[in-house]
């Protein structure tokens, strides 16, 4: 089952605190999980009751990369809930974290997610911003919630959130 564009995401508490916990275990490198959960097909609301930690396959620190073996891995781990809880959850979406840089998406974060969209149209990403050391943004710790828009220009086709 896919879904259209996500209108809303709700993280249950233990979610969000396995996301941000996760976000806050290293200031050196971005971190990255799957989403686990179910959409309200009337309100198109992803309801993400479960995260799956992933590895980093990537030595860059400002990359993350989701292997299509995690991506399987990840798969199996919500069907077993799926079958454990009786309800009709799946991967619906990717986290990572953003440590010392701003919340938005880069040019790199809107080409994974694109492609992450051709799989599945509602499959959306949540960007964790932490360890900014601004005078605004001191101690804060910024969340959003993206999906990446193709537009036809005259040039091609361009990505954009």
Sequence with gaps: PSLAMVVAVKLSADAFMVCLTHALSTEEEEVMG?????????????????VSLLRRSDKRK???EISPEQLAMG??????????SKRPVRVLGWYHS?????VWPSHVDVRTQALYQVMDSGFFGL????FNHDAQNFGHIH?????SVARE???GQEMFV
């Design 143 to 147: 969340l959003t919630c993206f999906q």
């Design 98 to 102: 953003h440590p010392h840089i701003t």
């Design 62 to 64: 400002d990359r993350v």
């Design 127 to 130: 960007i964790f911003s932490c």
């Design 153 to 155: 220009t005259a040039e």
């Design 34 to 50: 799957l989403l686990i959960g179910e959409v309200d097909d009337e309100s198109s609301c992803a309801c993400i009751t479960a």
């Design 75 to 84: 798969a199996q781990e919500a069907e077993h809930l799926a079958a454990v």
